[in-house]
Each structure stands twice: as structure tokens, then as C-alpha cells.
């Protein structure tokens, strides 16, 4: 199989969150850095006990998906370049000193080099300090014979410079169109869940779950296999913040909304790690109203730390992952965790009424993930998704055209997607083939939405408002 193929279909970045990204210099340091290092605790960090094996988990778990490159960016956005090593290894020597000691990776994550340097970074620490978590990402047809499957897991002890690994998932069950028959492919037609179970049984696994994504039958039929003791699952990794807590069905139909997962979980006392605690970045870039709202009532505080601190809330949470670039990212996570101060009644309330208010804004449910990435015609799918959204929270989404903002609104828009997206990688060259939909974990209907919003930007077009 083709290296470069194969982390090219599988998206080279991850179902995990990260904070706002800001605009920072070679070391990783935002240049108005608000937080000394200094000010972060050492002894703080709030921690949660594995009920299967006794580990003391640190409630924020380091996604290592978005790990910084050579030149100030992270491996999201510039995948060519080479990942930072020195800065990976400062941030994680941070992390380890400061409490965390939960690092979430996959072969499939950074174009195939998160593996390797979480590897790097973490094997100059006494193994005692930090628990592992990696994924069989073998989301290709041709990763899916037990050989191939064997071969990646194989690999990721290599690279990751281990003996075992404490967390390992069956990575991005029900993605699919059909998620039954595509998990069957996967794992249980070639006889590799049962081979990690031997895995597990001669220590090379310590810990194994999945991580859900999509069709609910796959997640109902696995956890029934827990209850009749087919297999046991010693965690499962679950897409919960306080929009998808009851809003997820209501913003895509395929997809489950969080509290019923979660019930699920705790039913049969099954730890949950939470991933899309930002939903990739989105709750941490609300309406401007939205933002004051929550400085009112925490003005110390930032966006982001509302949904942290939700994601942390429910005590049969592991660890909330957060893929984190910059080193002010990592200190402000830590600094919410530790300790985590739980969303209070009254706190609860008030997200709730922010969620029924992003619910009707009616953004497309894009998390820029980019496994829908790479387009055999070139289209930027996530960057056009990015900035459909980001005109709708800033109010630059006006159609009427007698509205009195119409013609700010409308030069709003196509002057920043011209920005954002080179005009050759637009909606209107996309074809319709549908490639894309069936790597979407949100499971967006791709080609319909690039057609709405190519027909949105000729309307634009046409209409040249009078002064």
C-alpha cells in the first residue's frame, strides 16, 4: 500500500479539539501572550480514576494531532513542513511537570508523524509518567486484511518507542455509509478484534475501546457485545460538549447526541474520553453577543474554558482531549483543569440557551477536520466551510438585499472567501461525485452544501446594491 495514500484518505488530522488558534511567533508563543508560566500550577491538576485499572488519569488528555512544524504553524495547516521537534518536546516536558499524562495519537495523525514524535518526546521520560493512547486508523480498503491491520499496530509500538500501549481504539467506528458492514470489514470479518484481545490478554494492550463516530447501530451492537460478555470495553471515546449534548441529531440526523451516549456509558460504568470538546474550534468562536454573555458572567475567563469546563463536568469522564499547537493553549488548559471548577446548575442552564442559540444559526456542522481531504478536483472543502460559517456568526449572511447591512454583508462575503479560498479551489468547480461524504465523521452531505453555497455567491454576484 502507498504510504502517502493511505494518510491522505485518512485525513491527517484528528477527531479531537484544540484551542483558538492565534497567530504565533517561531517558538510557539502568541506575541500577546496573557500567561506567564509562571502562573500555571504544578499540583493542581484534576485527575480521574480508570475503574478497570486503577490508572490516575489527568482530566486533560494532550491530543497530539496538530502538533507545531518548523515555521510557527501547525501540521494542520501546513502539512509539508517538518514537525518541530524541540518545541514538541518542550511542550510535552510542560505538560508531564505540570500533571498531564494522557497523550492521544494515530498513525494517521500529522500525515503519518504524530506517532513518531510523541515517540520522541515522551520516551525521555520514565514510562511510569505517562499512559499512551494510538488508534488502528485503518480506515483504507487496503489496510483492512488482518496482515495490514497486524503491520500498522506493529508499527505504532515501533515509532511510538513502547513495549505496550495503554490505550489502544478501534479508530473511527461507524464512519461509514454502512457502519455495520464497514466495522465487519474491518475488525470481525479478518479476526482482528480478537486478535487485540489477545494483545490485550499478553499485555500489550492495557486498556481497549473505540472511538464512535456516526452510525448508532455500531455503537448500540458493540456495547450489547459488552453486556452478554463477548468483549469487554475498558473505555470508549465519545464527541460530547454542550451543543452536541442535545443538539447533535437536530444538526445532522446521522448523528447521536451526547447525552444519550454518555448514558449509555455510565449505565455499565464504562469511562468515557471526550473528544470535539471545541467541536473544532467552533465553540470557541461564538457570536460576538454570545462571547459577552460569558464575559459577564466570568469575565476572567475565556470562550473556550466554558466548553473545557463542561466537557470535564460529568464525573465518568476519563479525560477531555484538546489537540494543542501552541504553548499558551497547553498553559490555559492546564490552568482550567487545575482544578476543574464544575459547571454549576445554574451554568448548565445558561449553555443550554447558548446551544439553542448556535442551533439557529444553522451553521454547517463542519469540524475542518479535513478527512474529507484531499478533492481529486482541488475544491478547499473546509476552508469554504470555514469561512460559510464564520460570515454566518458575524452576521455577513444577509440575502435580502433591501436590508440596510445587505451591501456591507455582501462585500464581507465574497471579498474574505476570494481570501480564504484561491478562486480555482471554490464551491462552483465542485462536480458532485461524492468522494469526500463518506470520510466525513459528521457526515455532512458535502456536494448539496458546496452547491448551496455556490449558488449563494452567484446570487452575490448579480446583485450589485444601489448606494
Known amino acids: 500500500m502507498n504510504r502517502r495514500h493511505f494518510f491522505k484518505l485518512a485525513g491527517g488530522t484528528a477527531l479531537a479539539s484544540s484551542a483558538l488558534l492565534y497567530a504565533c511567533d517561531n517558538n510557539g508563543n502568541s506575541p500577546n501572550e496573557a500567561i506567564n508560566e509562571a502562573d500555571v500550577p504544578k499540583d493542581k491538576m484534576t485527575y480521574r480514576t480508570n475503574p478497570n485499572t486503577g490508572d490516575r488519569v489527568s482530566l486533560l488528555g494532550y491530543g497530539m494531532m496538530r502538533l507545531p512544524v518548523v515555521g510557527g504553524q501547525s501540521a494542520r495547516e501546513n502539512s509539508d513542513a517538518p514537525i ?78 513502547v513495549d505496550y500501549i495503554d490505550y489502544m481504539l478501534m479508530h473511527g467506528v461507524g464512519m461509514g455509509d454502512d457502519g455495520v458492514e464497514e466495522f465487519n470489514q474491518r475488525y470481525m470479518d479478518n479476526g482482528l478484534l480478537d486478535w487485540l484481545v489477545e494483545q490485550k490478554e499478553a499485555g500489550r494492550i492495557r486498556n481497549l475501546g473505540f472511538s464512535y463516530h456516526g452510525d448508532i447501530a455500531v455503537f448500540d451492537n458493540l456495547l450489547k457485545w459488552h453486556d452478554a460478555g463477548a468483549y469487554h470495553w475498558d473505555f470508549v471515546q465519545i464527541e460530547l460538549n454542550y451543543l452536541d449534548w442535545k443538539h447533535a441529531k437536530e444538526i445532522n440526523e446521522r448523528n447521536t447526541n451526547a447525552e444519550y451516549l454518555y448514558a449509555e456509558l455510565t449505565k455499565r460504568n464504562i469511562p468515557a474520553v471526550i473528544m470535539e470538546p471545541l467541536l473544532g474550534g467552533r465553540l470557541a468562536s461564538v457570536p460576538d453577543a454570545i462571547v459577552a454573555s460569558m464575559k459577564r458572567r466570568d469575565p476572567k475567563g475565556s470562550v473556550a474554558k466554558w466548553a473545557f469546563r463542561y466537557a470535564g463536568t460529568p464525573q465518568g469522564v476519563l479525560t477531555v482531549l484538546s489537540g494543542m499547537t501552541y504553548m499558551d493553549h497547553l498553559m490555559e488548559n492546564i490552568i482550567t483543569y487545575s482544578p476543574l471548577k464544575p459547571i454549576s446548575k445554574d451554568e448548565d442552564a445558561f449553555l443550554e440557551d447558548v446551544a439553542n442559540k448556535l442551533v439557529a444559526l444553522q451553521t454547517i456542522p463542519c469540524n475542518d477536520c479535513k478527512y474529507c481531504m484531499p478533492c481529486p478536483y482541488g475544491i478547499n472543502i473546509p476552508a469554504i466551510f470555514v469561512h460559510y460559517n464564520k460570515c454566518i456568526k458575524e452576521g455577513n449572511l444577509v440575502k435580502n438585499e433591501k436590508d440596510n447591512s445587505y451591501k456591507r454583508a455582501r462585500k464581507a462575503f465574497l471579498v474574505g472567501y476570494d481570501y480564504s479560498v484561491p478562486r480555482l479551489r471554490q464551491a462552483n468547480h465542485c462536480i458532485g461525485c461524492g468522494q469526500c461524504e463518506g470520510h466525513c465523521p459528521q457526515r455532512i452531505k458535502i456536494p448539496q452544501e458546496l452547491e448551496k453555497i455556490d449558488k449563494f455567491v452567484e446570487s452575490l454576484k448579480r446583485s450589485e446594491p444601489k448606494d
Not at 492521544?104 to 495523525?109: E, I, L, V
Not at 515522551?122 to 497486524?150: C, G, M, V
Open 84 to 161: 518541530d521537534q524541540e518545541l514538541v518536546n518542550k511542550e510535552v516536558d510542560f505538560a508531564i511537570a505540570h500533571g498531564v499524562n494522557y497523550f492521544d495519537t494515530s498513525p494517521a495523525y500529522c500525515q503519518g508523524k504524530s506517532e513518531k514524535a510523541t515517540g520522541i518526546a515522551l520516551h525521555r521520560h520514565p514510562r511510569n509518567k505517562y499512559l499512551i493512547a494510538s488508534k488502528l486508523s485503518n480506515f483504507d480498503p487496503s489496510t483492512w486484511t488482518l496482515e495490514a491491520s497486524q503491520a500498522m499496530f506493529e508499527n505504532s509500538l515501533k515509532e511510538l518507542q
